[in-house]
């Protein structure tokens, strides 16, 4: 096996072929391109041919990832070995969607029992508030469920809900992340408090974000029931002492360990909203396709394995070609927020300038992450995908059968996804646009003028993956390898993506302005800082 520094280089020179070649002519040198560059693992179909890398580059990729032992990573992760150094913590979400009767261990202690406990009391709790078992303080069933929580407390549920929601669901279930008041006023407008379940999710049960939304939503309850509504609060954290400090009953409180990291928790108690409002059979349908992929991540040799290869993908583009942006389109308006919850993923976990072991890194890390859903973003930013002076490297997510609707429109979707990725690769040459022009008998002056702007200049890769329906096991699938592809990454670039000391800074200078914006004492600030804040206390 090639040493790190030989394997990154032979990375680094397979990327500087790569820019004299075109991806599009890969194909008819490589006879056997498309198929060693596609697979299926966990119901996803996972399309990589059209990525800037030869079939050469990619045994480069793979010589790197070994070098850079994933393997041995990989048994440490699912070992619940301590992989997040920095916090002292194992990173064991695998754990929390393995089949029952499992045998995981977060640092040697059984965790597998306690997991299997709570994932039968969220079913039981949501069954109670689903079929009218459990009323709320006057009696009346559950009708809405508020989930408040915010990051790693958010994304997942609120992409899981939109994801899989009935069109009219039993259960109307909402949302409230950000401290703006807006959002917890449009979530609590028309709702009845006496129908109404508040679910408070926070790992820590600090998160400043969300004790405030929490206390309002409290405050809301007990305007209209008394002390009584306290009954509808529902708290998930690990911080238990907290949550009955608020006033949340026992019975309502579920826990998580402290191996579970935020960004990887929908699949804990941090899920229950999502229990309640799709019932626990979709909730473990989801659980069981995260599993699928788990054991797909596990068992498949890097060479045929989803997350590793995905992960390599994104690095030849990163690191190799120096591209520090990638785009995230779901050809899939039920998908819309997977962007979303891919930044946080990604770059939370792996937006590091350090290694685990505090050096500074060796290569560039994480890429920023954007996105929306396919078409709406051809009428957005796909002009710059095409024809912008940078190649963004893409990953299209579609859905073969629509979940609802006309299905004409879901294969106009479909034909815009294909088209799309078609497009961005192949391109359009200019003698092509001189040729259709000139028979179209536009003067040969316009021409000149013209031929450039409406020329295409491909070679932009896309990865192209594909669900046969978006149901939770495909779901759980889709979301379980991007977790894995992240964790591939880390272990390339060396770094702890498990843990997030990036976001710590200006939390703590959000506490002391907001002492000053209160009307306590001025602290010391720069002039722009200091002038900002004069302006806001009026
Ligand atoms: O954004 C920082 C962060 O700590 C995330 O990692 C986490 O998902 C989010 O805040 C919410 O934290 P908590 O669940 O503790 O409220």
């Given at each position: ?49 059209k ?15 070994a ?20 916090e002292g ?18 640092q ?27 009323t ?44 703006d ?59 238990l ?38 019932g ?28 590793v ?54 290569h ?52 815009n ?37 409406r ?26 390898l ?37 009307g ?19």
């Open positions: 096996m090639a040493d790190l520094t030989t394997a990154w280089k032979a990375l680094e020179a397979a990327a500087a072929g790569a820019r004299c070649r075109r991806i599009v002519d890969l194909f008819a040198a490589e006879p056997e391109r498309l198929a060693r560059l596609t697979l299926s693992a966990a119901g996803l179909d996972l399309d990589l041919s990525q800037p890398w030869s079939l050469a580059d990619l045994h480069a990729s793979l010589d790197l990832a070098a850079c032992g994933v393997e041995v990573a990989r048994a440490r992760l699912f070992a619940g070995e301590t992989m997040n150094a920095s913590r194992a990173a064991l979400h695998m754990a929390l969607r393995a089949p029952k009767g499992s045998d995981f261990r977060a040697g202690e059984p965790v597998s029992a306690e997991v299997d406990a709570t994932r039968v009391r969220m079913a039981a709790f949501a069954e109670a508030v689903r079929s009218g078992g459990l709320g303080a006057t009696g009346k069933p559950f009708r809405h469920v508020v989930h408040i929580g915010i990051g790693g407390s958010d994304f997942g549920p609120r992409l899981v809900w939109e994801a899989l929601r009935p069109v009219s669901p039993q259960i109307d279930l909402r949302f409230i992340a950000n401290v008041p807006a959002e917890a006023v449009f979530a609590l407008q028309d709702l009845d408090p006496a129908q109404t379940l508040v679910v408070v999710v926070s790992k820590t049960f600090t998160t400043q974000e969300t004790m405030t939304n929490a206390q309002t939503a409290k405050a809301w309850l007990r305007a209209a029931l008394g002390p009584q509504g306290d009954a509808h609060l529902v708290a998930v954290s690990t911080a002492d907290l949550v009955t400090a608020f006033g949340v009953r026992a019975d309502q409180v579920f826990g998580f360990r402290d191996w579970v990291g935020g960004r990887y928790s929908v699949w804990s108690a941090v899920g229950l909203s999502c229990v309640i409002g799709l626990a059979e979709a909730f473990e349908g989801l659980l069981a396709g995260a599993a699928a992929m788990d054991a797909h991540f596990q068992a498949a040799p890097l060479a045929s394995n989803a997350p290869l995905l992960a390599l993908a994104h690095i030849f583009n990163r690191n190799g070609l120096g591209r520090p942006v990638r785009a995230v389109v779901p050809y899939a308006q039920r998908l819309r927020l997977l962007p979303n919850f891919l930044q946080q993923l990604e770059m939370e976990s792996n937006g590091k300038r350090v290694t685990a072991d505090g050096r500074p890194v060796a560039a890390t994480a890429a920023a992450v954007f996105g929306d859903a396919g078409t709406n973003v051809q009428h957005a930013f796909f002009q710059l995908m095409h024809q912008g002076t940078d190649a963004i490297p893409l990953d299209i997510i579609a859905v073969r059968e629509a979940s609802e609707g006309d299905p004409a429109a879901q294969t106009i979707l479909l034909a996804a294909v088209a799309q990725a078609e497009a961005l690769m192949v391109g359009r040459t200019e003698a092509d646009v001189r040729t259709e022009l000139t028979a179209k008998g536009v003067p040969a002056a316009e021409i000149e003028t013209l031929a450039p702007q020329t295409f200049p491909g070679d932009r890769p896309s990865a192209f993956i594909l669900l046969d329906r978006l149901d939770p096991m495909r779901l759980g699938a889709l979301l379980a991007y977790e894995h592809k992240t964790f591939v990454e880390g272990v390339l670039w060396g770094i702890n993506s498990f843990d997030q000391w990036g976001v710590e800074l200006g939390k703590s200078l959000a506490s002391r302005v907001l002492g000053e914006l209160q306590g004492p001025a602290a010391a600030h720069d002039p722009s800082t200091a002038a900002l804040i004069g302006k806001l206390r009026g």
